[in-house]
Every structure is written in C-alpha cells, then in structure tokens.
C-alpha cells in the first residue's frame, strides 16, 4: 500500500468506506508513484495506486509490444522463461520487460498471477454475488456490478481497474486494420469474448487453487463468469466512476456522521 501527506488517521470505518467510494470518482487522478509508509492510513490525495508491479509491467509490456500478436494469451509459452521471471519478481528485482522478452512469455506470467493469488482478484466471499449478475440485463446488471465493485479492498479495485483496461484494449486490436499508407495490420483476434473465456477463471475463483473441486465448474458457473467478465471489459469506464447523484448522497451521510471531514474536503477543494 502507500499513503499521502493528506491523510486522515482516526475515521470510523463506515466513513473510511465513503470516502473510498468517493476516491473512485476520480480515475484520471490515479498515480503509479508511491510513497511508502507503515501505518494504514487513508490518503485524500485522492487514492495511491496500489497495483503490483508485475501486473502493471506485463500490461505495459503487452500494450507496446503485443496489441499485433495473433492469438496472445492462447499460444504457448517458455514454461522455463515464465519461472524465471516469476522468480525474479518473487525475489522484488526490479524486472525490465523489454522488446527482447517475448510477448507470450509475458502474457503466460500475467495469467498465472492472476490465477496463484492467494485470494483472487475478486474475492471468493463475492464469488456468488458477481455470478448471479449474469441473470440480469441492462442498467440492472450494471447498476449491481458497480455497486459490488465498490465492495473490493483498494488493491484489488486498483488491479482489476488496470486489469480491465488493459484487456478493453487488446480487445480494441482484434480485427485487421489498415495503416495510412494502405498496409494491412494484423489483429491479435482475441476479442472480448475470448478474453473473458481465458481470464474469467482466474479472476473469479470459487475455491483456491490447488482444493478439491477447484477446477471443477459446472457449465452454468462458467457460462456466468465469461458473461460477467465481458460486461466488466467492455463497461470498466463507466462502472469505476461514481455518479454525481451517489456523490452527493455519500457527502451528505459525511455531513451527518463526520462533518470535520466535509469542512476538510471544501477546503481541499
């Protein structure tokens, strides 16, 4: 984690939750730098950005490297490679990914993260919540989903948020294009749809990696966790930003509970 100079150290937990839902109206606002500090504290400055480094890095990578790479995330990898590289984040070595390293070498990295998380990005006791979204339709479904997605501790809202931009924009290059000069641009042909079916089971987990029964899902639960996953890919912008509407209610319960914090936002402002 990390923390600003402009924290706030004795809220309540009900206000430390509203202020979070406020930090996420402000996406554009999100710094890779951090500062790292001991205590947990909650910034206002508004939010660091707790991402791992190996995820941001791989997205990096892939963004700049691989957006042309027909079939990223589905060709094989160098299982030898991917270890070392693992290792060498496992060790905190500050790995460089650059043009030399190949693509679905660091595609496989990224998966397998996701996948070994002790608790998954979404996390397990939100499993069920997520999947029965998949039932719904419309403004519904996405008015459910933004809200469970405030629920997420900050690192995994930070990640998925990264996460899901990321994957929007591999997305965005699945199809042949053409150059100005007329020159045929490959596509990766990895459209949401089969985003959703590789990353799907590593974001969403019933049970962790490794149990009984963990890689035992019937068709319903992973017909439901792609469903979920496109419609987190292709709304991520939207579903990470607060309304003015909810703001306003989240200001006002502030006003009630701990106008200190309203004097000291106004001011801020």
Known sequence: ??????????????ASKLLEALQLSHPHELDPRRILGKKKTLSLNPITWQVPRIVDRCCTHI?????????????????????QLREEFDQGLDVFLDEHQSVHDVAA?????????PDSLIP?????????TATMEGPAQLDALQLLLFLLPPCHSDTLHRLLSFLGEVARHAEHSWDPDGREIPGNKMTVSNLA??????ILQKEKPGEKDA?????????A???????LIEHHQTLFMVSPEMQSDVLRRL?????????YLLRRK
Do not use: C, W
Not at 225 to 231: K, M
């Open 1 to 14: 984690g990390g923390m600003s100079v402009d924290s706030i150290t004795d809220l309540s937990d009900n």
């Open 63 to 83: 963004e700049t490297h691989g957006l042309q790479t027909v079939g990223i995330f589905r060709v094989g990898s160098s299982k030898k490679r991917v270890q």
């Open 109 to 117: 990295l990224l998966k397998e993260f996701l996948r070994d998380m």
């Open 124 to 132: 397990r006791e939100l499993y069920g919540a997520f999947l029965s």
């Open 197 to 202: 079916t590789v990353f799907g089971p590593n």
């Open 215 to 223: 890689g035992a899902l019937n068709f319903e639960d992973s017909a």
């Open 225 to 231: 966790i792609i469903l979920v996953l496109q419609r």
């Open 255 to 263: 006003f009630q509970t701990d106008p200190d914090v309203i004097d």
